[in-house]
């Protein structure tokens, strides 16, 4: 096995969006006081990790994946001293804090970008990746042309206020395609690993990283991209060996080789997360007509192929992706909840999912949100004045909350043992108590449909877990003794000669 930080091999992480967790001082966009105020709150429910997206100065033209100045945190959200005040409280707790690390681009804000603007060559001219005419586009790229000095079209990488930083290219086609190890790709991720340095040694436990498996361009197969990496986890192995490293890659194979000690299943890319609750038949939906197979093989080609490498994180949800109450509703969410919590990896809840907050229909687009708007609205708390969330006028809320009047709040939900909430906290204790259910404990599929089984194990610990979402009671062979059930959802599988019987929206964990 690979050498991760110890803290990993129970990490539970939560997700927190600063602008919509809690607002402190009540101008209507949370900080970092807030955050401090409800670190009781997520320690309740059970994580004792956190990833908080970024807080850095910013036009937050999309929502601060538009940096300014990876030095100081955005002022609405406080002071870099507040900040730090963050990470020791979380600690205090016994808990550990991961920052957002956009590498791949800045804001066009930027100071670096600026510079790298001028006619007249300077440190930064080489920062970004441009061409040498502004009449040439980069092929398969949006570029930034015409803003500039300096003749050329800068790369973006995602949306157009966020020009390329240069890493260089893996196949340099161009003339003005630097190879990896020019001066100035060095520079870039050294000035990136300064960045890193930088907030580790005040405090923070890691990253998320942004983007992560695109930093080198016209590199299909990700070598270039992998070789970089490997070089930051050298970096971190010899400076700050208790940091981890999380992945916006989706690719684990590459991003674990790469040294990534997590990689996220996401939307994109070919993992068939979304098979399971973003589709016109979710895996989870009661409905019981979504399809199990294609993601429980490639889930265990990636696993077979990233063994003692790293973790392979199957998030509730995040920022960019509807709100997984958008497609599940009721007991539904509760069963992907003994999925999410009982398969291997870090599992990472996006902040109001365990209470099963809503998707926001129809809000217009704030800070580059657009269609993802809706599943970044405050965090509901209590009934009182918007949802506890702030105490500034309505009009003034960084994005309105879910109008309804049932929307769910975590005070209601913490008041009752039946809500999605307390499920969700017996899962994570029940995950606690088990290290075959935790991080590195391995994983063996014994059925993949309807029901969902698999073998957790570690050490001399062997459970199976059983996980049925239909709204029908399904029936599958199993000629084996099930041994004592430690958690049930819903109703007892029943074991009928050769033939296990699995209940309706059920979910169990039995030790063998
Ligand atoms: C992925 C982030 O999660 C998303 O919110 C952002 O807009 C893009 N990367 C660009 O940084
Ligand atoms: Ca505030």
Redesign the pocket.
């Known amino acids: 096995m690979s050498r991760h930080p110890a803290w990993l091999d129970n990490a539970i992480f939560y997700q927190i969006y600063p602008q919509s967790f809690c607002d402190s001082n009540g101008d209507g966009i949370g900080d970092f006081q807030g955050i401090i105020s409800k670190l009781d709150y997520i320690k309740d429910l059970g994580c004792n990790a956190i990833w908080m997206?970024p807080c850095f100065e910013s036009p937050f033209l999309?929502?601060g994946?538009?940096i300014a100045d990876y030095y100081k945190a955005a002022p609405r959200y406080g002071t870099n001293d507040d900040l730090i005040q963050l990470f020791d409280e979380v600690h205090k707790r016994g808990m550990h804090i991961l920052l957002d690390l956009?590498p791949?681009?800045t804001s066009w804000n930027h100071p670096w970008f600026k510079a790298s603007m001028k006619a007249e060559r300077n440190e930064y001219t080489d920062r970004y990746v441009w061409t040498d005419s502004v009449w040439e586009e980069a092929a398969g790229y949006g570029s930034l042309r015409g803003i500039s000095e300096r003749d050329g079209s800068c790369l973006v990488?995602?949306?157009t206020h966020?020009p390329a930083l240069n890493y260089g290219f893996f196949n340099p086609e161009r003339p003005w395609q630097q190879p990896i190890d020019a001066e100035g790709p060095r520079k870039t991720l050294e000035a990136m690993m300064d960045v890193m340095r930088f907030w580790l040694s005040r405090g923070c436990d890691g990253f998320r990283v942004?983007?992560a498996g695109s930093l080198v361009k016209n590199d299909k197969d990700g070598k270039g991209t992998i070789a970089l990496w490997q070089k930051v986890r050298a970096f971190l192995d010899k400076e700050f060996p208790e940091a981890a490293i999380i992945s916006?890659w989706g690719e684990p194979d590459k991003a674990l080789e790469g040294g990534f000690h997590m990689d996220f299943l996401f939307q994109s890319g070919p993992s068939h997360y979304n098979d399971l609750f973003r589709c016109e038949e979710p895996y989870f939906s009661s409905r019981g007509k979504g399809d199990v197979t294609a993601f429980v093989d490639k889930y265990v080609e990636y696993h077979n192929k990233t063994k003692n490498k790293g973790l392979i994180c199957i998030p509730s949800g995040?920022?960019?992706i509807d709100r997984l109450a958008r497609t599940l509703h009721g007991d539904e969410l509760k069963v992907a909840f003994a999925f999410l919590l009982t398969m291997p990896g870090a599992p990472y809840i996006y902040y109001g999912d365990e209470i099963g907050m809503r998707y926001v229909e129809g809000l217009h687009s704030v800070e580059?949100g657009y269609r993802?708007t809706g599943s970044r609205s405050p965090m509901q708390w209590d009934n009182s004045t918007n949802a506890g969330f702030s105490t500034a006028p309505v009009e003034k809320l960084y994005i309105p909350l879910d109008p309804a009047a049932d929307r769910p709040t975590a005070a209601a939900q913490m008041a009752d043992p039946t809500s999605l909430r307390s499920e969700v906290q017996r899962l994570i204790a029940l995950r606690q108590a088990h290290p075959a259910l935790q991080n590195f404990g391995e994983i063996e599929f014994v059925h993949a449909g309807y029901p969902l089984m698999y073998l957790r194990s570690s050490g001399d610990e062997n459970l199976l877990v059983i996980i049925n979402p239909s709204a029908e009671e399904k029936r599958v062979e199993y000629a084996q003794t099930l041994g004592t059930c430690i958690y049930q959802l819903n109703s007892a599988v029943r074991q009928d000669g050769n033939t296990l019987v699995v209940p309706a929206q059920s979910a169990s964990v039995f030790r063998k």
Do not use: P, S
């Open positions: 997206n999309d929502a994946y538009d956009v791949g681009h990488n995602f949306f966020q942004d983007m916006e995040n920022h960019d580059g993802r």
